[in-house]
């Protein structure tokens, strides 16, 4: 059984950074892309960044391009999220997701999900 477990999230000014972390675990994830998305109150899921295990090729949205960094560590099961530039909208819960296949960005199409962390952006 897939298991993604987020950790890094937490309160921070604007303008700041996070460092988020999912470990992955239950399977061999080499043909699997890991995703990060976020839900603010009251919003929809969007998406956020995804990346290929296999070749580390990446998705951004636009609203975080030049600001967050997605990133995998294949020797510890990992993907990172580095975000920088932080901006009181970026508050949300955030969500590590795995699906077995090329990047998409809607969550339909994502199998595993994580329980979220939270990450408030104050102005």
């Known amino acids: 059984q897939v298991q993604l477990v987020e950790s890094g999230g937490g309160l921070v000014q604007a303008g700041g950074s996070l460092k988020l972390s999912c470990v992955a675990s239950g399977r061999t994830f080499s043909t699997y892309t890991m995703g990060w998305f976020r839900q603010a109150p009251g919003k929809e899921r969007e998406f956020v960044a995804a990346?290929?295990?296999?070749?580390?090729?990446?998705n951004y949205a636009d609203s975080v391009k030049g600001r967050f960094t997605i990133s995998r560590d294949y020797a510890q099961n990992t993907v990172n999220l580095q975000m920088n530039s932080l901006k009181p909208e970026d508050t949300a819960v955030y969500y590590c997701?795995?699906?077995?296949?090329?990047?998409?960005?809607?969550?339909?199409?994502?199998?595993?999900w994580g329980q979220g962390t939270q990450v408030t952006v104050s102005s």
């Open positions: 997701a795995a699906r077995n296949g090329y990047i998409r960005t809607a969550s339909h199409d994502y199998d595993y």
């Open positions: 990346i290929r295990w296999s070749d580390r090729m990446t």
